[in-house]
């Protein structure tokens, strides 16, 4: 199977055309793996509707699935706040860096102390800042 390029602006608004263009479905190899990542990568940091949000948390979740079956490493599961932690490190990044990414400096703090969790606009700019899966933060 081709791998599926999309760009932010032809992603389509209503949730059944998106479907028509990668139905979110279970992944049963490499292949329908690396094209969910690249609906994700290109749906990631951008403002969406509720029907591209519900799509792309649906294909979020699968990718997580496959993740954890195929690409596990044993005793390497983090948390989202372990995995920001791990990242922040190798970027020389503080809290107050964290929260000014995220559009208040105080929230670094606070996401990392357990105060408050990720929200989906918080997901789609650490996954695009740090380039990374977003469904590894969910």
Do not use: W
Request: overall charge negative; proline content about 3%; charged content about 30%.
């Amino acid at each position: 199977m081709k791998r599926k390029t999309l760009k932010h602006e032809n992603i389509p608004a209503s949730y059944a055309e998106l479907v028509g263009l990668f139905m979110p479905r279970p992944l049963h190899d490499d292949v329908d793996y690396r094209n969910a990542l690249g609906v994700l990568d290109a749906m990631a940091g951008f403002e969406m509707n509720s029907d591209q949000e519900d799509y792309f948390d649906a294909i979020a979740t699968f990718v997580e699935k496959y993740e954890a079956e195929h690409h596990a490493i044993a005793g390497a599961k983090m948390t989202p706040v372990e995995l920001i932690r791990s990242l922040m490190e190798e970027h020389g990044m503080s809290e107050s860096d964290l929260g000014r990414l995220l559009g208040d400096r105080s929230l670094g703090h606070r996401i990392l102390s357990g105060e408050r969790e990720l929200s989906k606009a918080h997901i789609r700019v650490l996954a695009e800042h740090f380039s990374l899966n977003a469904a590894k933060l969910l």
